[in-house]
Structures are given as C-alpha cells and as structure tokens.
C-alpha cells in the first residue's frame, strides 16, 4: 500500500505539470477531475474541493484552483480537519516552487540552488546533507501573523500589524541618534506608532501610502501603542515572504548567516526531497501521529498552531523512537564483564575520615550503590545525578580512592578546561593527604607538560588524572585504568560513552539535570541510576529575589555592601540569541556601566569569545579575589566553584530558561555564607512573571522542573528546550515521559517482531536509522 506521502507525490506532480503546461487540461489522461475522482485523491479532500468543476474555469480560473491544491498538498493537507486556528491564517500557503530536481534526503547541501555561498554557510553550521537541513529545527516560532487588533497587546509583547502609513517624521535628539517614526493605519481602523532608532535605510521605505507589515515589541502609554520595530516588509513583499505574515521559525545561526537565508533553504529543501514517510500508516494511525510530510512542513511552516503541534508531536516521538532503536539494537553487543574491585569497608572508612565533613545519607547511599557494582565482575555504568552542590564530586571521588586502592588508575572527565581545573583542585583536596597521586591534563598545558603527564599516566605514576574528554580519549594510554568518572554526561552524549564503555574500565556518569527516573532510564540506555536527593547540612538556603529593571540601583547597592563584607559577585549578562558578537557588546557596555555605579568595586568581564586560557586565567583571578565583580555572558552555566562569591545577579532574567536559572543559581551559595541571587527582569508578561516566580519560590531542581511544566500550556507555542542528548533535538526530557513510553513500546514491538529490521515495509525505517546515526545533525560535535 502506498503511504500518504507517496499518495501526494503521485497526485501533485501530474497538477504542477498541468500547471506548468498551462491548464488546457490535457495533462492528465482523462482530464483533471477524473484523477480526482480516483483512489489517489482520498486522503486529500480538500484538494477535490479545490479543484471541483476544473474543466469548466478559464485559464485563470484553472491556474489559481491548480495553485491552492498544489499549497494544499504541500503539506497542508490536514488544515481543513484541524481545529479552526484562534486566528485566521494570514495567507494561504508559502510560494510554491516550480516542480524542480527531486534530490534524495542523503545530497549534499552543494546540490541546492541556495545562493552564492549558500552551501558554504550551511556547512559552517553542520549541516551537510538535505536531511541535515530538514531535521534543523527552529530552536523557537515566533508569531508573525498580522493581528487583526491591537486592543489586548500587553507592554513588551511581540507583535506583527499590517497596515498603511498616514503620517512619517524623522527626529534628532542627540548629534548621533536618528529617530524615525511613523504612524500606521490598521485595516479595522486602528492606529499604531512605529519607530526606528540609528536606521536611516529604512527610511526609503516609510512613504505617506505605503502598505507595510511590521513585528516588533509593544510600548503602551495609556491607550496608545507604540512598537520598536525589529522586522519591516512591504505588504506586497510580504506576500511571498516566509518570513512575515505567518508563524515564522528561528533557527540556529551565526554572524553572517540570516534568519531568510535559512528559511529559504529549509522551504528549498523541502520541495527538493520527497517525503517519504519511513513509518508505515497503521503505526501512525495507532499512536495518533501525522505523516512526515505534514510534520517537517509544520516545523518549519507552520500554517497554524494545530501544524506545528502535529509536527511537534511527530518529530519528537521519533526522535525518541529511533533512540530506543539504537539503545535496544545496541545492547546485544555491550562488554558486560568489567573491573572487580575489593572495595572494602576499611578503605571507605579511611576516605570518609580524611574528609572535613561528614557524608549525608544520601551520599552513603548512593556510594553503597556505587560500591556494589564495583565488587561485581559487571562492568559498571552508573549514574549519579543530584542537584548542583549537592555532593556528586565527593562521592566521585570516593569512588576513584576505591579503584585506586586496589593498584588501578582513575580518570575523571570534564566537559570543559575550567572545570577540569576546578575538578583537579577538589580532587587534591580530597585524596592527596591519602597518599594518590592526582594529574590534570587539559589542552591550555605546553606540550612538554603535556607529554610529561602523558608519560608519567603511560608508566603508572599518576593515579588518577582529571582533565577534557577529548585529551583523555585520544592520546593517552592509561596504564591500568579502572575506572572513568564522566562529569556532566549530557554534554558528551550517548555515543561518546559506548567509546568508553568499549575500554572496559567502569564508569561513573554525573550529571545535575533532573530527570524524573523513567526518563533517565531511556535517555541513558542501558546506565543504573542512582539520585542524591539530600544537600549537605548547613547549607543556607540562597535567598532570591525578583526586581523590575527599574531598581536595578537598589540591587547594585545592595551587591556592593556584599563586596564591603569581603565577598564577590557574578553579573551575568542577557543571553542575545543568534548573535555572540551582541552577547558581547552587552557584556562589555554592562561593565562599563557597573564601574560608573561602583566606583570601589573592581570589575573583570568574561565571555565567550575568550580562548581556555583566557577564561581561566580570568577565573583563577577571581577565585583568589583579585577583583570583586565578575561580569560574564552565560559561560559560566556550568559547574563552576567560587565558594567565596554570595551574590550573583542575573540581568534580563526573563530571557532565561528556568533549568537555566536555576543552573546558574547554584553557582553561589557554595559556602557557608548566606548567599543571593538578585534576578533583574526586564519588560515582560505576566506570564514570564509567573515563571520567574518560580525560582524566587523554590531552589529545588525538581520542584522547579515540574512547576515549569505545569506552566506551559499544550496549545503553547514554545521553544524548543535543549535536553543536552545530541539525538534530541525537540525532546524534553523533563515533560516527555507519555512520549518515551509510547516510543519504547513501539521500538520493542518492532525489535521483538523484526529484530533485524529485515521486513520489506520497514526499509525506509532502517535506513532512516542509518543515516541519522551516521548524520552529524544528529550527532555532537565536540
Ligand atoms: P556537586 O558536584 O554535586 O555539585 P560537590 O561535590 O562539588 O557537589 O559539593 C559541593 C560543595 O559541598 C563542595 O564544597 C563540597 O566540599 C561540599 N560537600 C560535599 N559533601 C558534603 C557533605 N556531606 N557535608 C558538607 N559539605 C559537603
Ligand atoms: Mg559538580
């Protein structure tokens, strides 16, 4: 039986010949309206509603019927039963292309027609082949539909609103600063203000009469609205544009890559390959999903809401499907047998009495968890997850005392230079009164020190070295490793820990994402899972508080009366989404700022145009208080020890994630002092309110993911959150546990029926499993 996509290829390829062949219909044999009369056409009504009484048009008449089927069938074709979109669909579909090349999923980006350059581009962003291009989701949609009235926009809402300008003006308040405004009549009548700062070339554009469609953030005084204009194209423009006028997808990007560029090529790559659906229909139909061609055109081309939650719900479940396949088919062949180490009771207790605290019960839980696989013959492949702070490196390290007790060598690896440094100072903190001998590798080392270290770990004389996965994996030759701690799993992914489970030594896998355990158990495969769910005793719980921009003084006085007390400050700056060089201007014009404010404080930046040594040598500075106010970009996010700095202040708040925050959050509050974090939000919804809300209420990662979910409504349109696991790109692993079940159910049902994937109908699945193991859009690229 032929698939849906298959169904839609048939039937538009014989209408955009008609089309091209200008509509006398003699394409089709029997004319235009006995195809549609034909099986082909069942899943398609609304393209026989389209197309009815075709032979009795005029030529026009035929063209226009022939173009809306054509829209219709590429990728629309489940508009006409979703549910009414709460607004209408400002046009009726994206330009449809003349019937070019059909190029198969797997061609070279160098195949399509994307401008001077374009391949180049898409390179530079990992994007190889076509179905790298189509399986690069917008990270976010942003709403571009012209709103039909402006009466219930909120201050600092993104709109978009069509209309005619009535009246223009220019202003000059400053010798450097060129305002100009204009005033925009709405169809239903209403007015809106625009405005434009420092953008003389607009200004062409902004003539008495013209038509234009506007997106920018709203100002409200009183009852007037104002917009701060971000995005500008004519009405007539607009009309083929896929980047106004409808739900418009971001994408990841870089300097010199725009949002259009993108977005022409997604809408290129989608005419170009056939989508065909590698999920036969019955399984669709079982678990309610939508075909593929319906999904990747409802990811990238939204027509309504309903679209792009179809898409997301299609897309997502497969992620997840072809990640069970993988776990499941991959597990056949894992080394079982590991290290079998003694483990003793004694040795425990010699480590925990060379600490300065004592364990939580969490913590000797764990590590009695931990302990056991040790002693068995099994390979160990465990994860500890905990909160940030709450004692994963203390229990790590116990483990690598263990493993080094009995004549093997550990490794502990980071996922970034300073962590490995922060890492590598903990590490001698807890083992060198006990006689092991700890080594740091990491790439910002001179070659000669290099080699040394590499020398000394090859002949036995380090016991444990800490240092970058990358360092660690390729050029060292261990001479007896027992056991691989891995700090921060998801940044290295799963296929980076097959590598290391293949050498044998057992691993110890910690990370401070929350994942509820059903979760867990599928993201990580096949790794055991054990939870510090306790923080050390005495620890002040970090006091936060939400302010509105406008006190931002009050907040920085406050930072400073911490300094006068001798502590330290993390400022971190607004993430600028798509643009690192901007990230870096904030960055840079927030420590000028806080220098007039503070005069006695001093003040370093950080950011991430910096190389490893220069991020170091900043932290190292700061750690030993050689300055007071450490301003960064995010950076900092992960794992970073400063136990001396009580306060850190996050400015823009509002753009930040909530896992984010809280991420960020935990790097304070280390010590003992009462620490704070002050988050600094700038124009938002009641909404974001809401959510920001749930920071200051809680400092509980769980608590904090839950609530989160809570927040978002199904019918959202929302971001797309990084889970950290490379072959998930829309999948949250906080919020998916119906989708994992249903994927997993599906996977081991294939699996059990097909465990080789060998039945004719299942063709395309295998080689779509193929080709995403093998594609870097679905790998990490370290
Ligand atoms: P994580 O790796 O989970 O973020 P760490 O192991 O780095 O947490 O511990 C955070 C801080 O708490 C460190 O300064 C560590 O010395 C301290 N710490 C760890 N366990 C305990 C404990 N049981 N009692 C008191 N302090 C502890
Ligand atoms: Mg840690």
Known sequence: MATVAEMRERLRRPLAAELAAGCADRVV???????????LANPFPGVREALRG?????EAGRAEALRAALALLDGQDQAASAPRPARPAAKPAVPTAAPGERLPPDAEVTRLDSGPGGARKLQSLGLRTLRDVLHAYPHRHEDRR?????SEVEEGQKVTVEGTVIAKSRRKPKPN???LDVTLETPSGGRVKASWFNQPWVERQLKEGARLVLTGRVKTFGRSVQLGVEHLETVEDAQGSLSTGRIVGVYDSKDGISQEFLRR??????QAVPLDDYLPAHWRQKYGLTDLGDALHGMHFPHDEAQLERAFARLRFDEYLFLELRVLLQGEDVVLLGKRFQATGHDIATFEAALPFQLTGAQRRVLLEITDDMRSERQMARLVQGDV?????AVAACALYLAVRDGYQGALMAPTEILARQHYANLVGYLGKLDVRVGLLIGAMTPRAKLEMQTRIAEGEVDVVVGTQALIQENVRFDNL????????HRFGVMQRRKLLAGRPDVLVMSATPIPRSLALTAYGDLELSVIDELPPGRTPIETKLIQDTHRQQAYGFVMRQIREGRQAFVVTALIEENENLELLAATQLADDLKVILPEARIEL?????TAAEKDHVMDRFRARAFDILVSTTVIEVGVDVPNASVMVIENAERFGLAQLHQLRGRVGRGSAQSYCVLIAGEHSKKTRQRLKIIEGSTDGFVIAEADLKLRGPGEIRGTRQSGIPDLRLGDLASDVEVIERARELAKYILAHDPRLEHPRLQYLKSELQSRSQSVAFREVI
Do not use: N, Q, W
């Open 265 to 270: 090529t997604a809408f290129r790559a989608l």
């Open 146 to 150: 012209a709103l039909p009235d402006l």
């Open 482 to 489: 027992g056991l691989a701690v891995v700090d921060e799993e």
């Open 54 to 58: 075709y032979a009795g048009h005029d």
């Open 389 to 393: 702070g709450s004692g994963k490196t």
């Open 606 to 610: 950080l950011h991430g145009k910096m």
């Open 29 to 39: 044999a029997g004319g235009v309206e006995r195809l549609l009369a034909s099986p």
């Open 177 to 179: 600063m060129l305002i």
